[in-house]
């Protein structure tokens, strides 16, 4: 199978429909201009450096409507984009670099002296929007042609761009993701959210991310919609778009946490949404809560790099009533959760979550063995602790690598953390394992608590006590100000650990 030029069909199709806009620019551009402007940056790629199908170009730049153009462009050569953590360290950059390989890197200013230290002998272009010279991003548009470049029919298995994974455990991975990824994962969020060509959504995930390209930009450019895509989550500004022109909105548990602690929050109309959705991790039933009383009704979801991302989604009418649990598989994907043995759990008990369907990658680049032990018979072992219940909902109980044993009992962090978050004087939570003599391992609370709020480490245990079982209960709670997360929002738990847990 195979697919065709979307941004150019689209261009032919609403050429004056609005389909990017960059809020801290003030910039807009309809399809045609952002084909034009795609088109445009592929010929000088082309032209210029004389990149060819296959190669890789890397970028280095927080969100931007640029970064989308750059996307485009390179499906239009067949080129692979590879999208860089800007939150990594320049040594951490040089190892996907030597893994990828890219014959160019494209900066913004913010980058500079880290693209220094990484090109090599790279071609490299800064993006500067708004300034026209040939040594920069608006000046390589302006010194090409104009004449739309159109991207050949391309089998919906060829890679379009990698995804590196975060690095929380181990060296980074290269995650191949292809034209019919980005296909399916509309397939299966666009119909799930009636996302149609009038909704407009707000992109805060980082590009750098899964989610940053497809929940929801990619699939709004799919069915005809404006994606507006600021340069990084302000609450403030994250709360006057959502209040006003936004009408569709995925964002992952910290933000709408932060959303919900701002002072405007309760007095802020958000009567033009009509979609929310999370994901990234398990969002609190206290948060949910907090929420369903302005009338928001959050569907959380779960999805993976090497998904696509979407798996699950809740429909929004058992957003509470099914509160923790991430929905059903979606149309164009399967699941099963199995033992360690590989063989199906029964209804409610827990196993390992692993993932089949055409959204899922092909695999890692360069990387076969390890690609081999990632999937089993064509399903791809998430490492993921899940479970169904009667009503076929699912619940991501928590990752394998954090759950740890105390006396014998299976202890899933992500419970316990559920229980803190509930407390009102708590604002963040996070539980790791730590050894012990008698038990193996116990249960450490990291704690961040809301502004103005107090509590000692034995309240927070007792709290825990009236909630939990006793082996599930926390033995030792370490206060913070704020707990360390990634760029997609999710507690580094490798970092807690080595500063908690020796």
Not at 221 to 247: K, N, Y
Not at 256 to 276: A, G, I, N, V
Not at 318 to 340: C, L, M, N, T, Y
Request: charged share 20%; net charge negative.
């Amino acid at each position: 199978m195979y697919t065709f030029d979307l941004l150019a069909k689209q261009a032919d199709l609403r050429p004056d429909k609005v389909a990017l806009v960059d809020p801290n620019t003030k910039r807009e551009f309809t399809y045609a201009q952002f084909n034009e402007r795609a088109s445009r940056f592929a010929e000088f790629m082309r032209q210029e450096w004389q990149i060819q199908k296959g190669e890789r170009v890397a970028i280095l730049t927080p969100n931007g409507t640029d970064y989308f153009e750059v996307l485009y462009a390179c499906a239009k050569l067949g080129v692979i984009l590879v999208p860089l953590n800007w939150r990594l360290a320049v040594p951490e950059l040089q190892g996907i670099l030597a893994d990828s390989s890219p014959r160019a890197l494209i900066y913004d200013t913010a980058h500079a002296e880290a693209a220094k230290a990484l090109a090599g002998d790279m071609f490299t272009l800064p993006l500067t929007p708004g300034v026209k010279e040939n040594k920069n991003y608006e000046g390589a548009l302006a010194s090409a042609s104009g004449k739309t470049i159109v991207m050949p029919a391309t089998s919906l298995d060829e890679c379009w761009y990698l995804l590196y994974t975060a690095g929380t455990t181990g060296k980074p991975k290269g995650v191949i993701q292809t034209h019919g990824m980005v296909l399916y994962n509309h397939l299966n969020i666009g119909p799930a959210i009636d996302l149609t060509s009038q909704d407009t959504t707000l992109n805060l995930l980082p590009v750098f991310h899964t989610g940053g390209n497809n929940m929801y930009t990619n699939p709004t450019f799919i069915a005809g919609g404006t994606a507006i895509v600021p340069r990084a989550f302000d609450v403030a500004q994250a709360m006057e778009l959502l209040s006003t022109r936004v009408t569709a909105f995925f964002g992952v548990t910290a933000m709408y946490l932060f959303m919900s602690q701002h002072p405007d929050f309760e007095k802020t109309d958000f009567s033009s949404m009509r979609s929310w959705a999370s994901g990234g991790s398990s969002m609190p039933v206290s948060l949910l809560e907090t929420y369903a009383k302005r009338g928001i009704m959050i569907q959380q979801g779960f999805g993976m790099t090497e998904t696509g991302p979407t798996v699950f989604l809740v429909d929004e009418a058992h957003a509470i009533s099914k509160s923790g649990s991430v929905g059903k598989p979606q149309p164009w994907v399967d699941v099963r959760v199995v033992d360690r043995d590989g063989k199906d759990v029964p209804v409610g008990e827990n196993g390992e979550l692993l993932i089949k369907g055409p959204g899922v990658t092909p695999g890692y680049w360069q990387l076969p063995e390890i690609t081999k032990q990632s999937f089993a018979d064509g399903w791809l072992h998430s490492g993921d602790v899940a479970r169904c219940d009667s009503d076929g909902y699912y619940y991501i109980v928590d990752r394998w690598k954090d759950m740890f044993i105390s006396g014998g009992e299976n202890v899933y962090p992500a419970e316990v953390e559920n229980v803190l978050f509930s407390h009102p004087a708590i604002a963040e939570a996070a539980v790791i394992g730590m050894k012990d003599e008698r038990w193996g391992e116990v249960g450490c609370a990291i704690v961040a608590l809301k502004p103005n709020q107090t509590l000692t480490e034995q309240e927070v245990i007792d709290f825990c006590k009236s909630h939990l079982a006793k082996y599930k209960v926390p033995k030792s709670v370490v206060f913070v100000s704020a707990l360390p997360r990634n760029a997609a929002g999710k507690v580094l738990k490798t970092e807690l650990r080595k500063q908690y847990a020796g």
